[in-house]
C-alpha cells in the first residue's frame, strides 16, 4: 500500500483508496444478491461464482441462454488464474522478505531465488489442505500476525514522518494505472466471496447493514488506507512493494514486523490457493478412477505449488508483479463480471428507473478495462526494465 499511495500521490491516493474499497464492496454486494436472487429462479441451494455466471445468462436476454456453459468456463478460469497469479505473488513476498533476514543473518548476498526453493517444502504441504474448514486456525494465526505486525510498524513510521513538501500530493499521471491496479490487488477477494457465503451458517447476515461484509471490508479498508498513507509519508519514494521491506533489517523491531509478515503470507497462501484447485480439479478428476482419485488430485496439488514457485523465480520482483496481476485478473474478476452479471440478470425489468443499473454498470465495465490495459502496460514495461 505505501507503494501503491506513491504511485497516486498522498491526497489522490488516500481518497482513491478509499472509494476503491467502497467499489470493490459493491461489487461484491451485487454478486452475492444476484446469486441469492438466481439460487430461488434456479431452485439452488447455493452456488459458486461460475455457476451464478451461468445462471445470469441461462434466465436472462433469450438471446444470451446458449451462452450460459461458456460464461461458466470463462469466470471459472479467471477465477483460477486469479488466483494462482495472487499465489505466485505471495511466493515473491515471502521470499524478499525471508531473504532480508536471511543475507543479514549470514553476512552475504544470497538470490531470492534461493529462498523461492526453499519454501517450496513448506508450500507443498500447505497446499496439501482439502477442506476449508481445516485452514481458518491458520487463517486465525495469519489474521493476528500481520495485525502486530502492522502495529509494530506503524509504531516506527509514526516517528519518521517526513516533511509534506518532500511528498507528492498527487503523482504523476503516467503512475496512475499502477496505483489503481496495486489497489485493486490488496482490496480485493471476490474469488474467496462465495465459497464462504456457501459455508455460512447464516448466509442472510453476510450481506445488509451491518452485515459480515461490511463490517469486514470497513476493517480492511480503514487498515490499508491507514498504512499506506503512513507509509508513504514515512518511507517517501522508497516506498517497496511491501511495506515490511522497508524497515529497518538492523533493529529488533523490523526483524519481528518481517518475519510475522512472512509467516502471516504463508499461512494464507493455503487460503488462496483452495479456489484455483478446486476449478482444476473439477475439470480433471473424471479423468482419474476411484482408485487413483486420491494420488491424481495429490499429484495436481505438488504441480500446481510447483507452478507458482516457477512463475516466482521468472519475475521474483514484487511491486511491478503485483500491479501486472492486479490490472489483469482482478480488475476483470473482481469488477467487470459482477456488473455484467447483475445487468443479465436484472434484464427482466429489473434495471431500475432510467435503466440507471445499465448505466452504472457501464461505467463499472468500462472502468475496470480501463484498469486492465493501462495497468498492464506499465507494469510489462517496468518487468521489461529490470531485465534489461
Not at 552475504?108 to 529462498?115: G, T
Not at 447483475?342 to 472502468?367: A, I, M, P, Q
Amino acid at each position: 500500500m505505501p507503494s501503491a499511495i506513491k504511485s497516486g500521490g498522498l491526497l489522490f491516493g488516500g481518497v482513491g483508496t478509499l472509494l476503491i474499497g467502497v467499489l470493490c464492496t459493491h461489487c461484491v454486494h451485487i454478486l452475492v444478491r444476484s446469486s441469492q436472487a438466481l439460487c430461488r429462479k434456479a431452485r439452488a441451494p447455493q452456488m459458486t461464482y461460475a455457476e451464478v455466471a451461468a445462471a445470469a445468462f441461462e434466465h436472462g436476454p433469450e438471446p444470451l441462454r446458449g451462452h450460459a456453459a461458456r460464461a461458466r468456463s470463462l469466470v471459472n478460469w479467471t477465477l483460477c488464474a486469479t488466483h494462482v497469479g495472487g499465489i505466485c505473488v505471495y511466493v515473491v513476498l515471502i521470499a524478499t522478505g525471508l531473504k532480508q533476514l536471511g543475507d543479514h543473518y549470514c553476512g552475504r548476498v544470497i538470490d531470492v531465488r534461493i529462498y523461492m526453493l526453499c519454501l517450496a517444502p513448506a508450500l507443498l504441504l500447505i497446499g496439501q489442505i482439502r477442506h476449508l474448514n481445516i485452514l481458518v486456525p491458520f487463517s486465525i494465526v495469519a489474521n493476528l500476525s500481520l495485525t502486530i505486525s502492522l502495529a509494530v510498524t506503524l509504531y516506527y513510521v509514526l516517528g519518521d514522518i517526513q516533511p509534506l513538501d518532500k511528498l507528492h500530493l498527487i503523482a504523476d499521471w503516467h503512475q496512475m494505472p499502477k496505483f489503481f491496479a496495486t489497489v485493486i490487488f490488496a482490496i480485493e477477494g471476490i474469488g474467496t466471496v462465495m465459497p464462504i457465503e456457501n459455508s455460512m451458517k447464516n448466509p442472510k447476515n453476510f450481506i445488509g447493514c451491518p452485515s459480515v461484509l461490511n463490517i469486514s471490508m470497513m476493517v480492511v479498508v480503514t487498515l490499508y488506507t491507514l498504512t499506506g498513507l503512513l507509509g508513504y509519508m514515512s518511507f517517501g519514494d522508497a516506498a517497496d512493494g511491501s511495506f515490511s521491506n522497508n524497515l529497518p533489517i538492523d533493529k529488533t523491531i523490523g526483524q519481528i514486523a518481517k518475519l510475522l509478515v512472512a509467516l502471516s503470507v504463508t499461512l494464507t497462501y493455503g487460503l488462496q490457493y483452495f479456489v484455483p484447485m478446486e476449478i482444476i480439479w473439477t475439470a480433471t478428476k473424471h479423468r482419474f478412477g476411484h482408485r487413483w482419485e486420491n494420488v491424481g488430485q495429490t499429484v495436481l496439488r505438488v504441480i500446481l505449488v510447483l507452478f507458482t514457485v516457477c512463475v516466482a523465480i521468472i519475475v521474483p520482483t514484487l511491486a511491478p508483479f503485483i500491479s501486472l496481476v492486479g490490472s489483469i485478473f482482478f480488475s476483470i474478476l473482481g469488477i467487470c463480471f459482477p456488473a455484467i452479471i447483475e445487468t443479465v440478470s436484472c434484464w427482466d425489468g429489473h434495471l431500475g428507473s432510467g435503466y440507471w443499473r445499465v448505466w452504472k454498470n457501464v461505467f463499472l465495465v468500462l472502468f475496470s478495462l480501463g484498469a486492465l490495459v493501462t495497468g498492464t502496460w506499465v507494469s510489462v514495461l517496468d518487468i521489461l526494465k529490470l531485465y534489461k
